[in-house]
């Protein structure tokens, strides 16, 4: 059974790391030279549109043949790993920050504390649903709750297309909150206010804001939605001010492959450089990869889920 997770340093990292997204799939491994991470090998398959809708409710892998061909070769690009993480759109989660001003001490009671706590705003019976949760930290008036909800048919969707090619995902996990970890893998440690804008396809991108590593704020946003990307930021930052009581932020990261269409816009919304996600500082590549952006994007996440808890012991 896979575990639904999406603690950002604590998980034990597999040996590979798959992401399923809507515009293409991605494998890599990540190793050690000189004591520091580097990507031994990747493969990434594009997809046409269509092929995968991210949803909360509706059928995601529209096309399965084609898209469990595309996992295959990953797999078979990166040495066929059976052991791997499993990286999945934001989309097919409903995310919640959720507040106690007490919590139980047993983990059971907390556990269905929380269900109890997100089942109205969840678009499906809980009973349905996967629900994951981690603590962000203490706050005024309590402690805070980082919670994610998917249905169990939706991540299904995903799981078997890998078990299908022969590979085991033990763990499921969502695309943004990785590319959070491989930014915060490549830092020195620090307890600013952070914005990262992670742009998943043409009509697709997560907001989310940062306290340090604490997460304070998530967002994401859909096709279906009005306005630009720049405008949503700009949203998103006047709430911050508003309701987070937020001093500034001293740091804006974008990752993916539409960055170079909006940076720019950002940066103009936001009043401070919006630099662009570079894995690199993270784990380096071998001479024969070229460090293309749109390569660079696709690693992010796999790069952030296999370095799990690998900084503390670097």
């Not at 939605?225 to 709430?239: E, K, N, R």
Request: glycine share 8%; charged share 20%; hydrophobic share 45%.
């Amino acid at each position: 059974m896979s575990r639904w997770s999406f603690d950002l340093t604590e998980a034990q990292p597999p040996d590979a790391a798959v992401e399923v997204a809507a515009r293409h799939v991605s494998a890599a491994t990540i190793g050690r030279r000189g004591g520091q991470p580097i990507v031994r090998a990747y493969a990434v398959e594009p997809l046409p549109e269509g092929a995968v809708v991210p949803s909360l409710t509706a059928q995601n892998i529209r096309d399965r043949a084609l898209v469990g061909a595309a996992v295959a070769r990953a797999l078979e690009a990166v040495g066929r790993p059976k052991r791997i993480g499993l990286v999945v759109p934001d989309q097919v989660a409903k995310i919640s920050l959720v507040r106690f001003e007490q919590v139980p001490p047993r983990a059971q009671d907390l556990a269905q504390l929380i269900r109890w706590q997100v089942r109205k705003a969840a678009p499906f019976p809980i009973e349905s649903g996967q629900v994951s949760f981690s603590e962000t930290g203490t706050v005024a008036g309590g402690r805070e709750f980082l919670v994610s909800v998917a249905k169990h048919d939706v991540v299904e969707e995903y799981e078997t297309l890998v078990a299908a090619a022969g590979a085991h995902a033990g763990i499921v996990d969502l695309s943004t909150f990785n590319v959070v970890n491989a930014v915060l893998v490549g830092s020195a440690p620090f307890d600013h206010d952070w914005l990262l804008v992670n742009v998943g396809g043409p009509d697709q991108a997560s907001i989310v804001i940062l306290r340090g590593s604490q997460i304070i704020f998530f967002r994401t946003r859909g096709a279906e939605a009005d306005g630009t990307l720049a405008d949503l930021v700009h949203q998103t930052a006047m709430y911050y001010e508003d309701r987070l009581q937020g001093g500034g932020f001293t740091r804006a990261v974008i990752c993916g492959n539409s960055a170079d269409d909006v940076q720019s816009g950002l940066e103009q919304r936001l009043g401070l450089p919006v630099e662009p996600l570079d894995i690199r500082a993270v784990a380096a590549l071998t001479d024969r990869i070229s460090a293309a952006p749109a390569l660079l994007d696709a690693l992010a996440p796999l790069a952030g889920l296999l370095l799990r808890g690998r900084e503390k012991a670097a």
